[in-house]
């Protein structure tokens, strides 16, 4: 008798091996019961990944709350969300207690500290704590803002205040589950690079709520070059080409094609505004069948 799914075991196994996954490994992998023996197996193996990629070198993150009032941008997944109606009144973190956090976490061997705030709270009032933060850390110490989004001048201010990079992400179904245009948080993903501060983030959130084909499919998209990168809504081809030649092929699954007769060279801005037309005109469907 069977006791263990054979495909799971080798997908996993192909896994342990560097060999690399595809979409339909993934989509199997999120498709297991999490209380079966295989998400077990899932699991272990993951953590024995970790621990060759750090080589055996845990990492430990703390992060101080500076408050926990009630947050307007309504993401629906969220207990902080004003359209949840969990959070009350307005709390923030005394600066005191902030550096008596900072300096406790530095003494219990934490490597980087995380700072973390609704998007109620004022943006000055950050700038002011990164610094006072960075002033009783080691100046080596990575430190990391996760806040609102955020403007060019913004970024660089919290660069000069003694911040390393922020935690930023675009979150699953962003802009519907949430009241955040996507192209709004792309905008601060370049605006942190361009400061000069990194920029971590990863799939988020993951709930019951999300099927394992949608899960798969943002995967796979946050691990192309281009993940913090908007998919093209429109792909231009010179020369009279009907052919992509393999650009981009995940990220234009919806975009709109534009074929023009037009050599490259003398492609000018006067084609690329009939082409704009052109795209202006397209009834867009997203997959959708009319």
Not at 78 to 83: D, L, Q, V
Not at 170 to 185: A, C, H, S, W
Not at 254 to 281: H, K, M, N
Request: charged share 25%.
């Amino acid at each position: 008798m069977q006791v263990f799914d054979q495909e799971i075991y080798d997908i996993v196994e192909k896994g342990l091996e560097g060999n690399g996954l595809s979409a339909e490994d993934v989509l199997a992998l999120y498709e297991v019961e999490e209380t079966s023996k295989e998400a077990a197996y899932i699991r272990w193996a993951g953590q024995e990944l970790s621990m060759i990629a750090a080589d055996g070198v845990a990492e430990i993150h703390a992060q101080i709350g500076l408050n926990s009032t009630v947050c307007p941008k309504n993401c629906k997944f969220c207990s902080f969300a004003a359209c949840n109606n969990v959070r009350r009144g307005k709390y923030e973190l005394p600066k005191e207690d902030v550096l008596e956090y900072a300096k406790l976490y530095v003494e219990e061997g934490a490597n980087l500290i995380l700072m973390l705030t609704t998007a109620s709270y004022s943006f000055d009032k950050l700038v002011d704590m990164v610094g006072s933060v960075r002033e009783v850390i080691p100046a080596d110490m990575p430190l990391l803002v996760n806040t609102d989004d955020m403007q060019l001048d913004q970024c660089r201010q919290l660069k000069a205040a003694g911040a390393n990079g922020a935690y930023h992400a675009v979150r699953m179904r962003e802009g519907e589950d949430t009241e955040i245009p996507v192209e709004k948080r792309f905008e601060t993903f370049a605006n942190l690079r361009e400061a000069g501060l990194t920029l971590s983030t990863c799939v988020e959130p993951v709930g019951p709520e999300h099927t394992p084909e949608e899960l798969t499919e943002e995967s796979f998209a946050r691990h192309l070059y281009t993940a913090d990168i908007p998919d093209p809504d429109l792909l231009i081809r010179t020369s009279g080409e009907m052919r992509v030649s393999n650009f981009l092929l995940w990220q234009i699954a919806y975009s709109e094609f534009v074929c023009t007769d037009v050599l490259w060279p003398d492609f000018d801005r006067y084609e690329l505004l009939r082409a704009l037309l052109e795209f202006q005109g397209r009834d867009r469907r997203f997959g959708a069948v009319k």
